[in-house]
T-cell receptor, first 115, second 116 residues
Framework: GAGVSQTPSNKVTEKGKYVELRCDPI?????LYWYRQSLGQGPEFLIY????????DSGLPNDRFFAVRPEGSVSTLKIQRTERGDSAVYLC?????????????FGPGTRLLVL | AQTVTQSQPEMSVQEAETVTLSCTYDTSESNYYLFWYKQPPSRQMILVIRQEAYKQQNATENRFSVNFQKAAKSFSLKISDSQLGDTAMYFCAFSYSGAGSYQLTFGKGTKLSVIP
């Protein structure tokens, strides 16, 4: 079956612009995570969805970042008024359900560059 | 707060040899999970191996095994019979139930190069 997919693969934008990053999880996976990976670092948690609701958004750095998952499958991470410090790889992961035993399956990420 | 430390930014190993990657973590939780993920240049994180903290037996997956020392909060990865395809970034990660989301907390990674 298909894995987690993310679009676009790369996104270049200018400071101050708005961007949307899309994640298509594995079919049937109820849990969805967004992480951000800066250069030379490990991924950092941003937000977690269980179904349609954002169950934990404690990792979002500020109110310029927002994510939705309206139908419980595809998710979109939205960044307003982008800043150069937002440049990073944004990773999405999904798992069959909630729980430490559940493997998180990652997508290939979207590399965002803010000029 | 939970932290994960990988003290080896880079390592290299000859093909067919064995290498061990180090990881330590800090937590006050008693029930948690530890993971090693591999990230090749394609960027896609792939689960290598998982350990549940309540299990004393070390996890193994083919050529990959861990040395889990709960009291010392240490979780090292041993790769036996290293292959060229093992060349990648390796990340140690931690999750626990108290956060509600089982979000992963990652270390900074170790870049492993397998030399022919």
């Amino acid at each position: 079956g298909a894995g987690v997919s993310q679009t676009p693969s790369n996104k270049v934008t200018e400071k101050g612009k708005y961007v949307e990053l899309r994640c298509d999880p594995i079919s049937g996976h109820t849990a969805l995570y967004w992480y951000r990976q800066s250069l030379g670092q490990g991924p950092e948690f941003l937000i977690y969805f269980q179904g349609t609701g954002a169950a934990d958004d404690s990792g979002l750095p500020n109110d310029r970042f927002f994510a939705v998952r309206p139908e419980g499958s595809v998710s979109t991470l939205k960044i307003q008024r982008t800043e150069r410090g937002d440049s990073a790889v944004y990773l999405c992961a999904s798992s069959p359900g909630q729980g430490g035993r559940e493997t998180q399956y990652f997508g290939p990420g979207t590399r965002l560059l803010v000029l | 707060a939970q932290t994960v430390t990988q003290s080896q930014p880079e390592m290299s190993v000859q093909e067919a040899e064995t290498v061990t990657l180090s990881c330590t973590y800090d937590t006050s939780e008693s029930n948690y999970y530890l993971f090693w993920y591999k990230q090749p240049p394609s960027r896609q994180m792939i689960l290598v191996i998982r350990q549940e903290a309540y299990k004393q037996q070390n996890a193994t997956e083919n050529r990959f095994s861990v040395n889990f020392q709960k009291a010392a909060k240490s979780f090292s990865l041993k790769i036996s019979d290293s292959q060229l395809g093992d060349t990648a970034m390796y990340f140690c990660a931690f999750s626990y139930s108290g956060a509600g989301s089982y979000q992963l907390t990652f270390g900074k990674g170790t870049k492993l190069s397998v030399i022919p």
